[in-house]
């Protein structure tokens, strides 16, 4: 009994302590299943839940990052457009004044010739009308020289001039007749138009006559027939040998001067305001006096 006592009571002391490791073992267990399955759950929902935060982030920047760059690009293409419409105008308006350009420049070349041609027309009519006027010159040196000798026979008639005439417009004085200019030019210039005039440059062959002469020159300045220039001695242009005499020149002079700044010295004689002779450098520009032998009657 006793035995048998000890076996129940081991008995239900074993299924005691069984029964309350079972239910001990389930306590812990079921815990340990709930507390981990929990924590394991809320660890996974809060990852999702951190997931699904961070994708959301990814993507707003995402969208915001494209939303920035089709703005960007729109504002560039609009730009980019304007650029290329403003540069298709410039193209066109560089088209345009190119074929202005052209188009001006063959009016031009067309005319330059026509201004060419007008110009060759110019110059052979001018050419023409010189000729002319050459011809009429000379038919009036005719008609002139008539016209004189005409007066010479109407002064001869008149007892006048004594059998002697000179041109129109030019002086008598013993048997010689004179002509004093109103332009002035260089000494050369002015030994060259007496020989036009079939004259020369005055030669004076005594005090008779330059008195004559200068009653006419004063008190302007005139050339006379009288250098140095070829031989370095004062001559007449018929080579006759001047006599120097002091009181025929403005007081100084002759002196060949050479502070002109023309070059060279003073090679040429002319009257100065009193009818007194100074020399100057030949291509002043002064008038003169011609002389030629007058006309029988």
Known sequence: MM????????SVTVGNEYTDEFENSDTRDDTHFWTKESVHRFTRVSSVVRSGWHMCAVFSVTAVILLVLIITVSVSHGKFESKFSATQTNMMNLSQTLLTTVTRTKHLEEYGHKVHSDISSLEFNLETLQGQISDMSGALQILHSKVSELRCH?????????????????F???????????DGMSWSSARNQCEIKKAQLL?????????????????LFYWLGLTDGRTGEWEWLDRTPYVMLKSEWMPGQPDNWRGHGMGGGEDCAHFHHDGRYNDDHCIRNYRYVCKTHATSV
């Not at 035995?3 to 081991?10: K, W």
């Not at 008598?172 to 109103?182: A, K, R, V």
């Open 3 to 10: 035995r048998v006592g000890t076996e129940d009571t081991s």
């Open 154 to 170: 109407i002064n001869k008639l008149n007892n006048i001039t004594q059998g002697q005439c000179c041109a129109d417009g030019w």
């Open 172 to 182: 008598l004085f013993s048997s010689h007749c004179y002509f004093f200019s109103d």
């Open 203 to 219: 030669v004076l062959t005594n005090k008779l006559e330059k008195e004559f002469v200068v009653s006419k020159t004063k008190p």
